[in-house]
């Protein structure tokens, strides 16, 4: 028989209120003026999304109406893949929410919490399970990277900290390796801040760097070996920025800069988990490009090889996982045709071949941001504080962790909380992360 101890106030939890889809999901943000929703997908077997979910973050009968839960523009996973917060775009008086949504074992959504910010936020990051980062954005105003506590067990978002990003920021990039956060600052300035966030969720500022282009949008190869800025019309049209990082997340201006896509205006990035291949999207011909990536410096090489999605403006996110890559098509404009594809990528040569001839419906308006979840990117359970490094404070974590009844302590798995989970945790700290 085992002992649970006393601290374990919850004495039966539901596997689902502590639980992420059991296999990859892709969740789309459709960034709707009349409804925000984000949709959920199983992978098949031969890479075709089948929809599973929509959940509506906001609604509203015509654009003079207020509502804070539509225009949902930005989305990530927990890396627990727990949950997915999302950011908004309404331009209401009211201001705008950062939501937060859990997802089941089926993949199906449920919203946790929504708080209303004054400003629009336009992008957000999870720095680790506890901490999200929320952009406050305001064209010609002062914008603020904010740092926010997420606490499952009050199903609450306290802010812990924020800090001065420039006076148009709209994408957060966070270092694989560290607890740092790049962020763009993109109307006169055009500078990238690194931010680092402590283990209480304190934030400040490590660097600036300028660029001759405007940063447009961020990302960061898998290894933490770059981070790529999209040039957007600016720079003739096609300039995409490399800045090398070295171990301490601190960003280094390639020599090549800017690198040229064939794309007209690159306008973001996803970059596949195995950092081999880079893809750059385009807004003005609405074509998403793929580049090879150097395995030691990450630069990117144009492998000539190109999706066209359609009419200019209608290609809206993208993201890699496996053999796919998953883009969404935002617009019925020019074609009739609204949703998400499913690209075969071909690694030797770089080409993107649909799988289905037409997009899956996410049954959103205007499907966006993409984000995909893979139960395979819990690559090291033991490093608590997600900072790619086991030590003292990922043991001290979970001892405050097992002693709150918290089952992100639950290392077995059994949803109770005994000495069983601390000796599988021990266990795992001992052979460490790949």
């Given at each position: 028989?085992?002992?649970?101890?006393?601290?374990?106030?919850?004495?039966?939890?539901?596997?689902?209120?502590?639980?992420?889809?059991?296999?990859?999901?892709?969740?789309?943000?459709?960034?709707?003026?009349?409804?925000?929703?984000?949709?959920?997908?199983?992978?098949?077997?031969?890479?075709?999304?089948?929809?599973?979910?929509?959940?509506?973050?906001?609604?509203?009968?015509?654009?003079?109406?207020?509502?804070?839960?539509?225009?949902?523009?930005?989305?990530?996973?927990?890396?627990?893949?727990?949950?997915?917060?999302?950011?908004?775009?309404?331009?209401?008086?009211?201001?705008?929410?950062?939501?937060?949504?859990?997802?089941?074992?089926?993949?199906?959504?449920?919203?946790?919490?929504?708080?209303?910010?004054?400003?629009?936020?336009?992008?957000?990051?999870?720095?680790?399970?506890?901490?999200?980062?929320?952009?406050?954005?305001?064209?010609?105003?002062?914008?603020?990277?904010?740092?926010?506590?997420?606490d499952e067990g009050l199903a609450s978002l306290t802010e812990v900290d924020r800090i001065f990003c420039g006076e148009f920021a709209t994408s957060i990039a966070r270092n694989p390796n560290q607890r740092i956060l790049y962020v763009n600052e993109s109307l006169t300035a055009n500078v990238i801040y690194a931010f680092s966030v402590d283990l209480?969720?304190?934030?400040?500022?490590?660097?600036?760097?300028?660029?001759?282009?405007?940063?447009?949008?961020?990302?960061?190869?898998?290894?933490?070996?770059?981070?790529?800025?999209?040039?957007?019309?600016?720079?003739?049209?096609?300039?995409?920025?490399?800045?090398?990082?070295?171990?301490?997340?601190?960003?280094?201006?390639?020599?090549?800069?800017?690198?040229?896509?064939?794309?007209?205006?690159p306008k973001g990035f996803s970059v596949h988990p195995n950092g081999s291949l880079l893809f750059v999207e385009h807004g003005t011909d609405a074509t998403l490009w793929s580049f090879f990536l150097d395995p030691e410096t990450a630069a990117p090489t144009s492998t000539g090889q190109h999706f066209d999605v359609g009419s200019q403006g209608t290609?809206?996110?993208?993201?890699?996982?496996?053999?796919?890559?998953?883009?969404?098509?935002?617009?019925?404009?020019?074609?009739?045709?609204?949703?998400?594809?499913?690209?075969?990528?071909?690694?030797?040569?770089?080409?993107?071949?649909?799988?289905?001839?037409?997009?899956?419906?996410?049954?959103?308006?205007?499907?966006?941001?993409?984000?995909?979840?893979?139960?395979?990117?819990?690559?090291?359970?033991?490093?608590?504080?997600?900072?790619?490094?086991?030590?003292?404070?990922?043991?001290?974590?979970?001892?405050?962790?097992?002693?709150?009844?918290?089952?992100?302590?639950?290392?077995?798995?059994?949803?109770?909380?005994?000495?069983?989970?601390?000796?599988?945790?021990?266990?795992?700290?001992?052979?460490?992360?790949?």
């Amino acid at each position: 028989m085992r002992f649970v101890p006393t601290v374990f106030v919850m004495t039966v939890l539901s596997t689902l209120a502590h639980a992420q889809s059991t296999g990859p999901t892709v969740f789309v943000a459709n960034n709707g003026n009349l409804e925000g929703s984000v949709s959920s997908f199983n992978i098949d077997t031969d890479g075709t999304p089948v929809f599973i979910d929509k959940l509506i973050t906001g609604a509203r009968g015509s654009t003079s109406e207020d509502n804070p839960g539509t225009n949902t523009i930005s989305l990530d996973v927990s890396p627990n893949g727990r949950y997915l917060a999302t950011g908004h775009a309404t331009g209401s008086f009211s201001g705008d929410y950062v939501s937060v949504l859990e997802v089941a074992t089926d993949g199906t959504m449920s919203i946790v919490t929504q708080l209303v910010l004054p400003q629009t936020t336009f992008a957000v990051e999870w720095v680790n399970d506890e901490y999200l980062a929320v952009l406050q954005t305001e064209v010609f105003a002062t914008n603020e990277l904010v740092i926010f506590r997420f606490d499952e067990g009050l199903a609450s978002l306290t802010e812990v900290d924020r800090i001065f990003c420039g006076e148009f920021a709209t994408s957060i990039a966070r270092n694989p390796n560290q607890r740092i956060l790049y962020v763009n600052e993109s109307l006169t300035a055009n500078v990238i801040y690194a931010f680092s966030v402590d283990l209480s969720g304190g934030v400040s500022q490590l660097q600036t760097i300028s660029l001759g282009s405007y940063p447009l949008s961020l990302a960061v190869e898998p290894g933490g070996k770059a981070l790529y800025a999209a040039g957007g019309i600016s720079s003739g049209r096609h300039a995409v920025n490399m800045f090398s990082l070295d171990a301490d997340g601190f960003m280094t201006s390639d020599a090549n800069n800017p690198y040229t896509s064939p794309g007209n205006s690159p306008k973001g990035f996803s970059v596949h988990p195995n950092g081999s291949l880079l893809f750059v999207e385009h807004g003005t011909d609405a074509t998403l490009w793929s580049f090879f990536l150097d395995p030691e410096t990450a630069a990117p090489t144009s492998t000539g090889q190109h999706f066209d999605v359609g009419s200019q403006g209608t290609l809206g996110g993208s993201a890699a996982w496996g053999d796919y890559l998953f883009v969404t098509d935002e617009s019925t404009s020019g074609d009739g045709l609204r949703g998400l594809y499913s690209l075969a990528i071909n690694f030797e040569t770089g080409a993107l071949t649909p799988i289905t001839p037409t997009p899956v419906e996410t049954t959103g308006i205007t499907p966006e941001t993409v984000r995909v979840w893979d139960p395979g990117m819990l690559a090291c359970p033991p490093d608590l504080v997600d900072d790619g490094v086991l030590d003292f404070f990922d043991v001290q974590t979970f001892l405050q962790l097992f002693a709150q009844g918290n089952l992100l302590a639950d290392f077995t798995g059994d949803t109770l909380l005994d000495f069983f989970d601390v000796q599988q945790f021990l266990a795992e700290f001992a052979a460490g992360c790949p």
